[in-house]
């Protein structure tokens, strides 16, 4: 059973930063790719950033430029660095792990709230 745990969430006055941690259960070369999703209230989930088993990264439009993902020290974390934040960045940010097309792991999500 694959376990993915977030953490790193809260409230940042905007223009500020964040930085998301993603613990995998088990080491994360062993997944196509990671990524991380963000569900805003009353809207959708949108990838936000994702990065692939050979370490090539992309990002929607909305957040290039700002977001950064990478893996972390330890063998089984990745991690989104946040930077610039603006109030439209709030949402439940969702960390998940592929090992061929379907994104099918999922952590429970930390909250990120970017007010004044």
């Known amino acids: 059973q694959v376990q993915l745990v977030e953490s790193g969430g809260g409230l940042v006055h905007p223009g500020g930063s964040l930085r998301l941690s993603c613990t995998a259960s088990?080491?994360?070369?062993?997944?196509?790719?990671m990524g991380w999703y963000r569900q805003p209230p009353g809207k959708q989930r949108e990838l936000v950033a994702v990065?692939?088993?050979?370490?090539?990264?992309s990002y929607p439009d909305s957040v290039k430029g700002r977001f950064t993902i990478s893996r972390g020290n330890a063998r089984n974390t990745v991690l989104l660095q946040m930077d610039s934040l603006k109030p439209e960045d709030t949402a439940v940010y969702y960390c998940?792990?592929?090992?061929?097309?379907?994104?099918?792991?999922w952590g429970q999500g930390t909250q990120v709230t970017v007010s004044s």
């Open positions: 990065i692939t088993s050979g370490g090539t990264t």
């Open positions: 088990q080491s994360i070369s062993s997944f196509a790719a």
């Open positions: 998940s792990a592929r090992r061929v097309t379907e994104w099918t792991y």
